[in-house]
Nanobody, 115 residues
């Protein structure tokens, strides 16, 4: 079982920045991948960004050039730096770990982009 604790959500104005953190209860090097998904009201949960065991990032087209995923192996933590935020980035952001054939999810953190 993998437990995930997210932090860093909140209210930000358009054009602003936020950084999300997700701490895992195990070595992130044992995970196939780790990253972030988001779900806006009335919509499905979509991939935002993930990073594989070997450190390769993958981004949704909608966030390329604005969001950056990174990790701290010693802290078993993944970060999502979100810059140039837009109103359409408003959603609940969920941390995800994919290990073997199982997905693990955090409880989610709300990001609201509004003036």
């Amino acid at each position: 079982q993998v437990q995930l604790v997210e932090s860093g959500g909140g209210l930000v104005q358009p054009g602003g920045s936020l950084r999300l953190s997700c701490a895992a209860s195990g070595s992130i090097l044992s995970f196939n991948s780790m990253g972030w998904y988001r779900q806006a009201p009335g919509k499905q949960r979509d991939l935002v960004a993930t990073i594989t065991k070997d450190g390769s990032p993958n981004y949704a087209n909608s966030v390329k050039g604005r969001f950056t995923i990174s990790r701290d192996i010693a802290k078993n933590t993944v970060y999502l730096q979100m810059d140039s935020l837009k109103s359409e980035d408003t959603a609940v952001y969920y941390c995800n770990v994919y290990k073997w054939t199982t997905d693990y999810w955090g409880k989610g953190t709300l990001v609201t982009v509004s003036s």
